[in-house]
Nanobody, 124 residues
Framework: VQLQASGGGLVQAGGSLRLSCAASGLTLSDYTVGWFRQAPGKEREFAAAVSWSGGTTAYGDSVKGRLTISRDNARKMVFLQMNSLKPEDTAVYYC??????????????????WGQGTQVTVSS
């Protein structure tokens, strides 16, 4: 099982990035997929998640209105569109998969599979 996060980079404040999470070795449509982020010296933070069907989404308070998560189960991919980026969004972003199908988890321990992370740096 592998989750591959990509799409990170350096962007100016106010700019946009689109992160992708590609899955292999598992049926992605069976899983809730989330994005977490971790900045240097800070705890891992829940950013967004999408239910297995794509019908339900959840966002962390600090990113609501600026990030949009979506998925394409046929392509086994999940996307995180990030707009109006701020320097405080600078972090390594990880995608993760949870087997929860009744609710969207926001705690990292509820996610079993993790990708390797992609760096997002927002300059002021």
């Amino acid at each position: 099982v592998q989750l591959q996060a990509s799409g990170g980079g350096l962007v100016q404040a106010g700019g946009s990035l689109r992160l992708s999470c590609a899955a292999s070795g598992l049926t992605l449509s069976d899983y809730t997929v989330g994005w977490f982020r971790q900045a240097p010296g800070k705890e891992r933070e829940f950013a967004a998640a999408v239910s297995w069907s794509g019908g339900t989404t959840a966002y962390g308070d600090s990113v609501k209105g600026r990030l949009t998560i979506s998925r394409d189960n046929a392509r086994k991919m999940v996307f995180l569109q990030m707009n109006s980026l701020k320097p405080e969004d600078t972090a390594v972003y990880y995608c993760a998969a949870s087997s929860s199908r009744t609710r969207i988890p926001s705690q990292g321990y509820e996610y079993y599979y993790w990708g390797q992370g992609t760096q997002v740096t927002v300059s002021s």
